[in-house]
């Protein structure tokens, strides 16, 4: 191929970070440090389900850090209460962990910690450092299955917050359910059509593409057990990929197209929403009325 024939392809901009989701469940991980940076880590460690060692002493947690502490199943954090040594001296080793943070307030220890990790290939996060860290934690937003983290490449943590915010108020509400539905069509096409690569799992992926383009996440999240099978049946098994009409399933309301347009087209917020929404109901039924009061009149004649 010609360089004037590649001319479409993305250009190489260096500078970025490698996205991924790293599955951390029942692997074991390294926190030093117990603040408020430490509680967020923490945070989100447990969420993953990986077992956590963490040390810091008591009179040093932050509030939710003790809490997790206290409630946490003994499987999930291993506390130590006292400082860390060091990676030189404390019986604690680096080495023994599948990744190690640190949140502390001292710097020429948090930077052995590093040069430990790394000299042992044990992916670290010394916080506020960027140039110590192997990865980012980013801001982080999550809805059931949902994950969605906004980096900034450690340069701005507030804009990556802010970011994230607005992400987040424009998800619809029932988003998880939208994704729970493809997953559960996606597993049992999985079933009738078993197999890895090769041209069927390209027809996989194109029919399960061509099926998020026609049905819109509201139809996808109220898709039953029943229209899931119709369109495997119907859809899978006879090469076409269908829609709701196709099937019959009823779609929105032309009433509900056309609020999601203004709500698009004004910007509304949910105070706004409820001003209007009351307008326009006080709005019909004054209608209503002075039809009513016409029609009285009529009849009186």
């Known amino acids: 191929m010609s360089t004037s024939e590649s001319h479409h392809f993305p250009t190489i901009v260096k500078g970025s970070s490698f996205l991924l989701a790293w599955r951390l469940e029942n692997r074991h991980v390294l926190l030093i440090g117990g603040g408020l940076v430490a509680s967020g880590r923490l945070y989100y460690l447990l969420e993953t389900g990986c077992r956590v060692t963490l040390i810091s002493p008591r009179e040093q947690l932050h509030p939710e850090t003790a809490y997790r502490i206290d409630v946490s199943n003994t499987e999930d954090i291993t506390y130590l209460d006292r400082k860390y040594l060091g990676p030189e001296e404390d019986e604690i080793k680096v080495g023994d962990y599948d990744m190690v943070l640190t949140a502390i307030d001292e710097v020429g220890l948090s930077s052995r910690i ?35 983290m906004v980096s900034t490449s450690g340069r701005g943590p507030k804009i990556a917050a802010l970011i994230r915010k607005r992400i ?42 061509g099926i998020c383009d026609k049905w819109n996440l509201d139809e996808l999240g109220g898709m039953t057990d029943e229209v899931r099978q119709r369109l495997l049946d119907e859809g899978w098994d006879k090469k076409r990929v269908l829609g709701p009409r196709d099937l019959g399933v009823n779609s929105r309301s032309w009433v509900g197209e056309w609020w999601s347009a203004v709500e698009e087209a004004v910007g509304l917020n949910e105070e706004r929403k409820k001003v209007l929404g009351v307008g326009l109901m006080g709005a019909v039924l004054g209608t209503a009325g002075t039809a009513g009061v016409w029609y009285l009149k009529t009849q009186r004649r």
Do not use: H
């Not at 590093?114 to 934690?137: G, I, L, S």
């Open 114 to 148: 590093c040069t430990a990790c790394r000299k042992e290939r044990v992916p670290v996060n010394v916080a506020d450092v960027p140039p110590e860290c192997d990865f980012y934690f980013g801001s982080q937003l999550r809805r059931g299955p949902l994950q969605i």
């Open 168 to 209: 987040e108020e424009s998800l619809p509400a029932d988003i998880e359910q939208a994704i729970d539905s493809v997953g559960k069509l996606r597993g049992d096409l999985r079933k009738r059509a078993p197999g890895v690569g090769g041209p069927l799992g390209q027809r996989r992926m194109n029919w399960m593409i």
